[in-house]
């Protein structure tokens, strides 16, 4: 039971005890002047009983108050301390984030000076570029030097020529690719300002593109097509821009139909980057087929030859093998004649004749 239910049952108790005293000295009023002396001198007694276990029990509630207080207040202390260093790892924490975020926000700001950095050089190299196809003749140089790399990269050095000039009519054209004895003419041509009012002028800028492109396609048939020269029958138009190679596929008037057709129709094909590439890759397989078979052309030559050097040192070897029996069969006879004239000597020297071999000697000298 808590201190403060004995506090309030101690006080009921001498409340009580004061209502039945009052009731005894109501119904007592005329008992002697000595009874009430005994009864006043017993509640007194009562009375500080009941003060003294008051007291006592205030005494106890006090200290029981007391030690819970001290154990509140060690609590709070902790839980004061405990959340102090919550707030300092949450200030750090705070403190560290806003560190990276800082740093984020600088690498950030770095990469888009970067990033300004390269589209400024972009705009100036796209500058760059519009004034490099800006003139016919730059354009033209951009299309020979794409041209010349492919064939560089895909082709060895004594199979093509580039800016090659035809014998008997003088032209020019870009580049030729040598397969044997036949050469195969590639001219680069790039319609790039018709290409580009495609989107401004739409039809009246597609026909002037169509027109452009079928020009380009009747001179590479009348200039770079010529047998007498060993060109094979047809030629390539190297178009070095896909957008432009895409436009020419695309393309188709009501006059002349479609104008990859019409190319194709005078013997000259349209080739992109990609498809250039594609077909000098097939020209290169070609040109390794050629020079294996050229090799085995040599080997089969060579073979000739060993054959002939191999049939000829069989008949000597046939002839000394002859020369050798001879002189083996010459060395046997001479070995013979020494043999019979060393006995013939040791019986001269024993004093005793020799018996004469009529017949052998006949023989050997009829050999």
């Not at 970067?114 to 796209?126: G, I």
């Not at 299309?143 to 035809?166: H, I, S, W």
Request: aromatic residues 6%.
């Amino acid at each position: 039971m808590s201190p403060m239910i004995w506090v309030g049952a101690g006080v009921l108790a001498g409340v009580v005890a004061v209502v039945v005293v009052a009731v005894i000295v109501s119904s007592a009023g005329r008992r002697s002047e000595a009874q009430m002396s005994a009864v006043r001198q017993e509640m007194q007694a009562s009375l500080a009983t009941q003060g003294q276990a008051a007291a006592s029990q205030m005494n106890h509630l006090l200290q029981t108050v007391t030690q819970q207080l001290g154990e509140v207040r060690l609590e709070l202390h902790s839980g004061v301390v405990s959340t102090g260093q919550l707030a300092t790892e949450a200030q750090r924490e705070v403190s560290r984030r806003l560190q990276s975020s800082t740093e984020a926000l600088l690498q950030m700001s770095q990469r888009i000076g970067e990033v300004h950095q390269t589209s400024q050089d972009l705009s100036k190299a796209a500058q760059t570029l519009q004034s490099v196809l800006g003139g016919a003749k730059t354009r033209g140089t951009l299309g020979e030097v794409t041209l010349e790399r492919l064939l560089e990269d895909a082709l060895p050095q004594n199979a093509y020529t580039v800016q090659y000039r035809f014998g008997s009519t003088g032209a020019v054209v870009d580049a030729i690719v040598r397969s044997g004895e036949r050469i195969l003419s590639i001219d680069s041509k790039f319609p790039l300002e018709s290409y580009r009012r495609l989107a401004d002028q739409g039809d009246d800028a597609r026909r002037e593109f169509s027109q452009a492109v079928r020009r380009h396609a009747d001179s590479i048939a009348e200039k770079f097509i010529l047998p007498a020269e060993h060109t094979f029958d047809y030629a390539l138009m190297f178009v070095p821009s896909e957008g432009v190679y895409y436009e020419l596929l695309m393309t188709e008037d009501s006059k002349y139909g479609k104008l990859d057709e019409y190319c194709r129709g005078k013997r000259v094909f349209p080739v992109s980057p990609n498809t250039f590439y594609a077909c000098l890759s097939a020209v290169a397989i070609s040109l390794q087929g050629q020079k294996i078979e050229e090799n085995a052309r040599h080997l089969f030559e060579s073979l000739g030859g060993l054959k002939k050097q191999l049939g000829d040192f069989a008949s000597d070897y046939e002839t000394l093998g002859t020369h050798l029996r001879n002189a083996r069969n010459k060395y046997e006879e001479a070995d013979s004649r020494l043999s019979s004239a060393r006995n013939s000597l040791e019986q001269m020297s024993q004093g005793a004749l020799p018996e004469p071999e009529p017949k052998k000697l006949e023989t050997a000298s009829g050999e």
